[in-house]
């Protein structure tokens, strides 16, 4: 599942060697020319059927149907108003309530990042990042010619009492630390209160930039909420918010916000528009039906309903095959948990086993600038039902048992 390619001899930017790709993004295309049936444990989707797809399909027809062609029109680079002002009465009252010149939409989360280490980051920098991570994340870092510090991560999130010597070792501080606070991705952990203070005070101590990127708070469906960094922050500037539309609504819509202070916002556009001009505008017209028609509250409590099932299928299916043989996290939300064989297993050979025997997954070592994970895997539960998991496990199982066979 490499992402690299040998470019032909043409006169490229530096840069252009510091693009890695994300051999997440890559399953997709590589999962769509298998002809064989594959349970699909790879992508980070929501599930086909929590797609709310009739009621995208009726608010299309109002509002972006025959006779709206203002909908097709370009918008305002910092989101159309009416999305703006939907979003910040869906976060009243939550642990994101924001202000609205606060708000910026993007094109996914994805621009958000892309946007916050283009802004931060020279090449050379020291980006702080955990390990695992979210490997588009770090590979956008890496696209701005960053230094990584990978940083490990335990039951409680990253293991920020360890920054401190890593980064003196390092012999500079962060410009810029990368956290997935909440059932982070791949691992699920979340971040514990005591830790999401310390780190905020590290933050403030190195005047780093602290990237709180946390698409699945919403989908808690167990234990109890923690405050997010952005509320933990109380409008410090240095805490730069990444939220996106893709895991609590849908990932194709290419459409999340900006949560940051009212000063970046200037810079925010001007980068946009050197970028993409403006978010997509049909689909944040859809945004805003979903969210002023009251629908994201009751979509979400059927998301954790199915997906709290869905988890718990996994772990039951993966204590009948993998006691003894690997052990996994147990996330309170989210999509991912995160396996570790031992003794260990090199996931990249077992991913072309498990390919042909029919269920897919993402190796550990894309999760790691540094490749610290040979062992290890992700799995979505989110977006297979049950029944399906309990076949994909069985095939896992199988596909372990031929490559140690091999
Ligand atoms: N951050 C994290 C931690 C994610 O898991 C994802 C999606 N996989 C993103 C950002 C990007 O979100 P989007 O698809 O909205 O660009």
Redesign the pocket.
Known sequence: MSTRTSPPTLPFAARADTLVGSVIDSSTSLLAAQSHDIVRFAM?SPAAEAIPTEVLAEIGTKTIGAGSPDAFDYAATEGDMPLRVALLDELDGTSDATTLERLTITS???QG?DLAFKIFVDPGDLVVVESPT?T??SATALSYQADLLEVAVDDDGMVVEALPELVERAGRTPKVIYT?PTFQ?PSGATLSLARREQLLELAREWGSMLID?D?YGLLRFAGSEVPTLHELADGDPLVYS?R?F?KIVA?GL?V?WLDTDPSLQRLLINAKQAMDTCTNLPAQRLLTGFLTGGHLDTHLATQRREYRLRKETMKEALTEHFDGVARWTDPEGGFFLWMTFEPAIDTEKLFEVALAEGVAFIPGNAFSPDRRFPDALRMCFASTPPDRIREGLARLRSAVDRLAGS
């Open positions: 980070g996914g989360g994805m990042l979210y588009n994340g997935i991705n990127d698409p990444v996106t893709s990932p290419r999340g």
